[in-house]
């Protein structure tokens, strides 16, 4: 069974310019997951979402949004980059079961903003 | 908000010792507790999830302990060797989330000396 896909794997952005990042969970996983790390701040939650909808969505500003596409696979999209937004993005996708609350994570996008 | 705390950033230990580390959370008692492995530039891997109602987990050389009185998990790698050197993170379910929305700390990074 493959594992949780991001692509790409590294990004280099000038301040201003918006960026999608992509992330393909495993098969038969509906919810996708995405989280910014931060030396600063660590790993925080900012969205998840479930059958094509944003199901939760922690504290970020509107700058970060996403979608989910019928194959579950998600696109986060940040605008207006900031120095700021530099950071590993990761997604996670959970099984649809409910019993098992476990996260597979993909391997991040490392995003620079310079 | 409910917040996370591993008591040490870096713990160092020789090997074969057993290493603890800690994690204390604030506020509300979580469904769950998870405990997951990041390496270096790779997103991170689980380990480990105790219930609210299980004193204690294991798992080959992990172990980990859920005391709800004292909101607090230890979590232990016995006869641990330089493969284990890793930053290992605690993660609590988000109040009213859904699966996979997690809340984690900030990680300690544990170095296995040979």
């Known amino acids: 069974k493959a594992g949780v896909t991001q692509t790409p794997r590294y990004l280099i952005k000038t301040r201003g310019q918006q960026v999608t990042l992509s992330c393909s969970p495993i098969?038969?996983?509906?919810?996708v997951s995405w989280y910014q790390q931060t030396p600063g701040q660590g790993l925080q939650f900012l969205f998840e979402?479930?059958?094509?909808?944003?199901?939760n969505k922690g504290n970020f500003p509107g700058r970060f949004s996403g979608r989910q596409f019928s194959n579950s696979r998600s696109e986060m999209n940040v605008s207006t980059l900031e120095l700021g937004d530099s950071a590993l993005y990761l997604c996670?996708?959970?099984?649809?079961?409910?019993?098992?609350?476990?996260?597979?994570f993909g391997q991040g996008t490392r995003l620079t903003v310079v | 908000s409910q917040k996370i705390e591993q008591n040490s950033e870096a713990l160092n230990i020789q090997e074969g010792k057993t290493a603890t580390l800690t994690c204390n959370y604030t506020?509300?008692?979580?469904?769950?507790l998870q405990w997951y492995r990041q390496d270096p530039g790779r997103g991170p891997v689980f380990l480990l999830l105790i219930r609210e109602n299980e004193k204690e987990k294991r798992k080959e050389r992990l172990k980990v302990t859920f005391d709800t009185t004292l909101k607090q998990s230890l979590f232990h790698i016995t006869a641990s060797q330089p493969a284990d050197s890793a930053t290992y993170l605690c993660a609590l379910d988000i109040p009213g989330g859904s699966q996979g929305n997690l809340i984690f700390g900030k990680g300690t990074k544990l170095s296995v000396k040979p």
């Open positions: 996670a996708s959970s099984s649809p079961t409910g019993m098992n609350t476990e996260a597979f």
């Open positions: 098969s038969g996983h509906r919810s």
């Open positions: 979402y479930f059958s094509e909808t944003q199901r």
């Open positions: 506020n509300y008692s979580p469904a769950y």
